[in-house]
């Protein structure tokens, strides 16, 4: 489940230990690519201080793209779909959302900016691979 990755996640952060799974209040850090962005959904009311691991009601999706004032996600696992979303960012930069509560990150150095250019070089499979997924009723 979402949760349980998001709680540990979470864990993580309050006790700065050693894994490289962060999770953050959308208040706290800005978005990039590679990061997953967390949502409640199904009408769940989820915090960032009040989820518990093993629920439902809550939805990741990998942020691929920062682009002025809105990001660009891909997930999956809704209605055996795979779907692109934007929203949007606030003046600074945050993650503008009444339904998104954890952003996590991987914090290992140099990890991130590598990341970041597997997704650029990536981008051009996007809809191809998206119409793969779609076409065969993964």
Known sequence: AHSTYT????QNKKQQNANPFKAYH???????PGDIIVQNR???TFTYDNLKPDVS???????????????EVIGGNLSNSVSKNKYSLDAN???RSGNHFAIIKIE????????SEALEITQEWEYPIMEIFQSSGL
């Open 57 to 71: 009601g809550t939805h990741g999706d990998i942020v691929v793209n920062v682009s002025g004032s809105q990001i």
């Open 42 to 44: 199904g009408g769940s």
């Open 26 to 32: 959308i208040t706290e850090r800005k978005p990039e």
């Open 93 to 95: 930069g945050y993650l």
């Open 108 to 115: 290992v150095a140099g990890l991130q900016k590598e990341w």
């Open 7 to 10: 709680y540990y996640a979470i």
